[in-house]
């Protein structure tokens, strides 16, 4: 299945290094969003129209048989 990986350079909780590993192991598509903090709704992006886009990518991709 399709996954994403939304980091941030500067998560105070995952650092660059792990998160890309995370990715990896995962199989996911790491997207890094630069100095954003941690990703959540205590970050302040709001309603963040670059993470909606994100979503919409995902979800827009056909299932795989």
């Not at 969003?33 to 827009?60: F, I, K, M, R, Y």
């Amino acid at each position: 299945f399709a996954a994403l990986l939304v980091t941030s350079d500067d998560d105070p909780y995952c650092d660059c290094v792990r998160s890309a590993q995370m990715a990896s192991d995962w199989g996911a598509r790491q997207v890094r969003v630069g100095a954003a903090g941690h990703v959540n709704a205590a970050s302040g992006l709001g309603d963040w129209p670059a993470g909606q886009a994100l979503v919409e990518e995902l979800t827009a991709r056909p299932a795989a048989c």
